[in-house]
């Protein structure tokens, strides 16, 4: 079987190299010839732990190949997966433009029957509107079917998630999709759910829209803790053994980024609208997420009242660990407003720097250890979870800081243990630890939600 995966972004790169990885011929087509002679050399245009090492093992056992020239490769091919990307649109809908456009490329130079597989994450009805549009416009007499086949890997865990999911969806409207479908995945192994085109294509909206809805819940309830004196990590540990509420995504902070989430929400509650519904509790996630994500901007404001002239560390700028996306990261419009306050701020991401200079390439100091963010700084915001910095001790805050003020949208320490030092400690769902002299206590911000 020739199998081709068009986009050469997280969902087409991983998809392609892992299904080489289980012994396929595959071929990831991308317009970009620098990209396509960086993974040639084995070198993955995206930071995705593991993935260097399959491109550069199946690129040299032949099974995978990578060009730019799409049409000798969709020429013969039996499989072709679009896995290009589908970014939001100001409006919220998603812009399908680059599926249109590889769609085009594959009508007008397909010349035997063949299976495309949308692989991106697209609005319900999209299979149909695609395999109308490759069948207007094919060159050669051949039978073109589309199936739905979606992708739920995440960041920085991908090629894990890829060759060991929970399950594989497929949305067909014909034995023989099914039954090809059936073929490339066998050797992975896993459950396989078969449906209809919509349905696959709903899977995955209603997947990740419930996942941000869990976060955007339990973002809620730990607002509402700090006002009644409860923990959120307490409450969430005490829901997760009910097996039917489990113990994932009901991690409290500063609100959901990434690549997914955001725009998912965004287009599944535009399409509802489009079609004349309103889905509340999506409406009510996209809201309680925009606001969860200056949390720790507005506790800052409340206990200095003004941030001019202070140094601010930031510990963390991806939107989670593990990856150095910054796609809808609460670091960014945090930043521009403590920027905005007249703050000095001094940044460490392990892997984010290079993608952060991008947007802020002078107004902030960018360091290569945690340590040195922290040297002499006036308070320090915790972005992102990185081990590198769950496990910087708090006594280091305590010997380099100017005064010892954590911000943490992450909830990486455990109160007891800052009870035990002089510092003050603002998180997510738990109660401030101010550890200061009794009259600036009732300057301090208590519960900020
Ligand atoms: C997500 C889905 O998990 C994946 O199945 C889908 O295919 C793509 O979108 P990803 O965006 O890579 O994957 O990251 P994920 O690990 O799900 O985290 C998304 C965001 O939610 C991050 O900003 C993370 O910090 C936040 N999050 C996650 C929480 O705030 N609390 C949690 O308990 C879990």
């Not at 690129?59 to 490769?73: A, G, N, Q």
């Not at 007008?108 to 509107?129: A, F, H, R, Y």
């Not at 199936?147 to 894990?160: C, D, H, I, R």
């Not at 039917?244 to 009901?250: A, C, P, T, V």
Request: hydrophobic share 35%; net charge negative; with cysteine.
């Amino acid at each position: 079987m020739k199998i081709v995966v068009a986009g050469t972004g997280y969902v087409g790169l991983v998809t392609g190299a892992c299904l080489a990885h289980l012994g396929h011929s595959v071929t990831c087509v991308d317009t970009n010839k620098e990209k396509i002679e960086l993974m040639k050399q084995g070198i993955s245009p995206i930071y995705e732990p593991g993935l260097d090492e399959i491109l550069k093992k199946n690129y040299e056992e032949s099974r995978l190949d990578f060009t730019t020239d799409y049409k000798s490769v969709y020429k013969d091919a039996d499989v072709i997966f679009i896995g290009v990307g589908t970014p939001e649109r100001e409006d919220g809908s998603a812009n399908l433009d680059y599926v249109y456009k590889a769609s085009e490329q594959i009508a007008e130079n397909v010349e035997k029957d063949c299976l495309v597989v949308v692989k991106s994450t697209v609005p319900i009805g999209t299979n149909d509107k695609v395999e109308e549009f490759l069948k207007e416009h094919l060159k050669n007499d051949v039978q073109i079917e589309v199936a739905s086949n979606p992708e739920f890997l995440s960041q920085g865990t991908a090629v894990k998630d890829t060759l060991y999911s929970s399950r594989i969806v497929i949305g067909v409207k014909s034995d023989r999709a099914r039954d090809t479908l059936r073929e490339v995945y066998e050797r992975f192994n896993q459950p396989i759910v078969v449906t209809n085109r919509r349905s696959a294509e709903m899977i995955k909206y209603a997947s990740n829209d419930f996942l941000a809805l869990k976060i955007s819940f339990i973002n809620e309830i730990a607002n509402f803790c700090e006002i009644v004196g409860a923990d959120v990590e307490d409450v969430a540990n005490g829901m997760s053994y009910d097996p039917r509420i489990g113990d994932k995504f009901l991690k409290a902070g500063i609100g959901y980024g990434g690549s997914c989430f955001p725009k998912d929400t965004k287009a599944l509650h535009w399409l509802a609208n489009d079609n004349g519904y309103e889905l509340k509790t999506i409406k009510a996630t996209i809201e309680v997420n925009e606001n969860q994500k200056y949390k720790l901007f507005r506790k800052a404001k409340q206990r200095f009242r003004s941030l001019k002239g202070m140094k601010v560390a930031i510990l963390g700028l991806t939107f989670k660990p593990g990856t150095d996306d910054l796609r809808d990261a609460p670091s960014i419009p945090n930043v521009r407003r403590l920027l905005d306050e007249g703050a000095e701020i001094v940044a460490y991401d392990p892997v984010g720097e290079e993608n952060f200079k991008k947007l802020f390439p002078t107004e902030i100091t960018y360091v290569k250890t945690p340590e040195e963010t922290l040297k002499d700084a006036d308070a320090a915001f915790i972005f992102t979870e990185w081990n590198e910095i769950k496990s910087l001790h708090l006594n280091i805050y305590k010997e380099l800081m100017n005064t010892p003020i954590i911000f943490d949208g992450r909830n990486c320490y455990k109160i007891n243990d800052v009870e035990e030092k002089a510092i003050e400690y603002y998180s997510v769902g738990r109660k401030a630890i101010l550890n200061l002299k009794e009259d600036a206590k009732s300057e301090a911000a208590m519960a900020i939600v």
